[in-house]
DNA sequence: CGGCCTTCTGTGAACGTTCACAATCCGCGT
DNA sequence: ACGCGGATTGTGAACGTTCACAGAAGGCCG
């Protein structure tokens, strides 16, 4: 309950002018030993700590050493790696990390971002929801820098990390079209999303240039979740002329197709890799990414434009690995047709 | 680069002195409307957004509006659904969360919390490594309301949540022991943990209460990761009297047991449910804990504790449930045998 | 028409720190 | 003895905001 001591209780107790008190705890030379002893017992004494609000509200010119960083969900393991990673690059420079989920609900990245930039963080590691652009641009002139992870903010000018989101889906669809497969159908969340509509231009643009068409009837959008992905796979499957094989356009619809086909009824291959798609049967095929160089590498970036960096916008794009594990293969009773 | 506008220059521009723009700010009532109309369309013209930096350090009295999340890894899917809940928390009521990793170091478990607490935190919900015992004694002398999750901070009289470590093992050791095993085997994270030991006092006691003796080849300690559990693993199975089941002490060296016996050779169940447990073959039964459950609630007890309540230490243990999928049963080809 | 209350607005100080500069002490050269 | 330079320490202002209070209008009542 007791009040916090301040450097004037510090400088009290020792006998000497705060400003001395102040040049002890900032390390400065240029201090009698003896007066810096007594100091530096009385701070032991009090348990006094600098506080860093008052001090960074004085030195304005430098910078508070905070970041932000606002993902969509903190509690999927493809944020929550990309967070630890940032997290690891801040605590290096001994910066702290704000944190905030969006829920990809753009008033709440509004609101969490608002809060961010009140307390003068110095940038900001973005996952962008797709809405607030102008808001966006009112914070970076502002001085706040920003940049974007995972997906581009649509119509803003900043640094952005992702990987090819395009280039990976091609991949697997030609793994699948590799194999056989000729009626391949593509499983996506909200085409809204941007991760979601590149892998869906992947997919579409991997059948088309293998001479295949695109069957709207093998296209779903917006799957929120893995209930939903399994519904759908269910409906596909009971339809008449029914695919042989699926992409799945995130981790939790590769879940559903899991669900909706442990007895390998289709083929399979799903963009992010997930813990145990090695230990299923079968083993998930997948497009994988790496969410800890991506974190990684937006925090050195975000760091670089702190320290000054004032060159035009980076955009860095990062590859995927496809990881074959054999889910991609011809189901055995399956009846390959060509065309639609 | 423009310097962010402050008060004073809202005030400039509107023709009104800088407390007129202060009421505004704060949405005070007592200002004529057509002045506040003015002084608005002063902030909007400059993009003026109020620093909270230095509101904070005036209104003293009053909090900062920030806690502080201290997790051991914020990439581990317990930890980072427990964040997320904490996270949730507090946006609901206005905070703002600074977190960090202490990857189960002491030392930076130190440096992280004295940087959230020289940034004036309000309160800190905290996975202790179980260093630190002084630090933090200081850190509350300071007014710093901590509350524990997952582990009680040894020898620290602070709110607690975690589960019935104990009897959630006892559970898992009491469905192998009905299954017909007698030779149940402990594997285990570094025993330093506190949630390691109470489970291992959990199996301890569950073996004995059946009446069988604790075999000391039968327990392995500080098993770190997946890789090392399913070496341990491999080494009792290859010895002489092999155990016919395995108890794991989290989901990480659940993962090394999957690895190891993938083909059904003993009976396993694991603490902590993981994603895809029920998609294994065989399925693995699990001691399931709820991660938003626990981080929801430290985050409540931490919210009453800054909004005064001074009440004793509270110590909640949450429940744990048994998720029965199978994988507890005798193999086929062992043969259990009575005693040691 | 004076007094007083109400409504609105402004002033000075303060939060805890750092910056820029001034003051003090001491030794030493001339 | 005088002043000068270096080392050490102190003083006042400032960062951007809010608090406590004071002042300036205007209205109403007796």
Redesign the interface.
């Known amino acids: 309950?007791?009040?916090?001591p301040t450097m004037k209780d510090v400088a009290k107790a020792a006998g000497v002018s705060l400003m001395t008190v102040s040049r002890v705890v900032a390390g400065e030379a240029g201090v009698a030993p003896q007066t810096a002893a007594r100091v530096e017992e009385a701070i032991r004494g009090l348990?006094y700590?600098?506080?860093?609000?008052?001090r960074?509200?004085r030195r304005k010119a430098q910078d508070?050493r905070?970041i932000g960083?606002v993902v969509d969900?903190?509690?999927?393991?493809f944020?929550?790696?990309l967070?630890?990673?940032v997290?690891?690059e801040a605590?290096r420079r001994?910066f702290?990390?704000?944190?905030?989920?969006t829920n990809d609900d753009p008033r709440?990245e509004r609101?969490?971002v608002?809060?961010?930039?009140?307390?003068?963080v110095d940038g900001l590691v973005l996952v962008p929801t797709g809405g607030n652009r102008a808001f966006f641009r009112?914070q970076m002139?502002?001085?706040v820098k920003v940049v974007c992870v995972d997906r581009p903010a649509t119509g803003l000018d900043v640094d952005c990390i992702a990987v090819d989101n395009r280039a990976g889906t091609a991949t697997a669809i030609g793994h699948l079209l590799d194999r056989g497969h000729t009626r391949i159908a593509y499983l996506g969340d909200r085409q809204e999303i941007w991760t979601q509509n590149e892998r869906f231009v992947g997919y579409t643009e991997a059948i088309t240039e293998a001479g295949l068409e695109v069957d709207p009837v093998l296209i779903r959008h917006g799957l929120r979740g893995h209930r939903q992905a399994a519904a759908a796979i269910g409906e596909m499957m009971a339809g008449p002329n029914p695919p042989t094989a699926f992409f799945s356009g995130n981790d939790l619809i590769t879940?559903g197709a899991?669900?909706a086909g442990?007895c390998r009824r289709f083929g399979l291959v799903g963009f992010d890799d997930?813990?145990?798609a090695d230990?299923?049967?079968p083993p998930i095929s997948v497009v994988s990414q790496d969410p800890?160089a991506l974190g990684r590498t937006a925090a050195q970036l975000l760091f670089g434009r702190i320290d000054g960096d004032n060159a035009a916008p980076r955009s860095v794009v990062l590859a995927t690995r496809f990881i074959d594990r054999g889910s991609g293969a011809m189901a055995a009773g399956s009846t390959p047709v060509r065309g639609g």
Chains 1, 2 share one sequence.
Not at 1 to 4: L, N, P, S, V, Y
Not at 73 to 77: E, G
Not at 96 to 101: A, D, K, P, Q, R
């Open positions: 309950m007791a009040a916090r348990g700590q600098r506080n860093d609000i008052a960074n509200l508070s905070t960083l969900d903190l509690a999927n393991p944020f929550s790696a967070a630890r990673s997290e690891d605590y001994g702290l990390v704000l944190v905030g989920s709440r609101d969490v608002s809060a961010f930039s009140a307390r003068q009112a002139a502002r001085g879940l899991v669900e442990a997930f813990v145990l230990k299923l049967d800890a």
